[in-house]
């Protein structure tokens, strides 16, 4: 029972402590009735482009020095890996700078097309 009982607490933590699947929740307030209105129709949009299988919306701001001061999933692409993704390739992207004081804020949506593995027999196979 003591053994089943750490296991228990253990869990949780382990989860929480960086998993490759686990995204924080976002510290950016909830959008707007407007903002998501617009949100869906360009969620729709997108998924409508040739190729194009989930669409994720990642929020940030960028400091007057140019960094990322804030990151967060506004809306998932419903694929964990695909949002860790996006929000890696947010971080390595290079911004311009804020004006003196201030932060920029930004919504962005990023899509994701489906990839298939497509297997190619070996000449004289049958």
Not at 47 to 70: E, H, M, N, P, S
Not at 88 to 114: C, N, S, V
């Amino acid at each position: 029972m003591k053994r089943l009982l750490i296991c228990l607490v253990a869990l949780p933590l382990t989860a929480w402590a960086g998993q490759d699947d686990f995204i924080a929740p976002s510290a950016f307030p909830p959008l707007s009735d407007g903002v998501t209105a617009a949100v869906n129709k360009t969620e729709a949009t997108l998924l409508k482009q040739a190729g194009v299988a989930r669409v994720g919306f990642y929020q940030f701001t960028i400091d007057d020095k140019g960094k990322l001061a804030k990151i967060g999933v506004a809306r998932s692409s419903g694929d964990a890996t695909d949002d860790d993704e996006a929000i890696a390739a947010i971080e390595a992207t290079p911004f311009d700078a804020a004006p003196a004081g201030k932060q920029t804020y930004h919504l962005i949506p990023i899509r994701f097309t489906a990839q298939e593995t497509i297997y190619i027999p070996p000449a004289g196979s049958k």
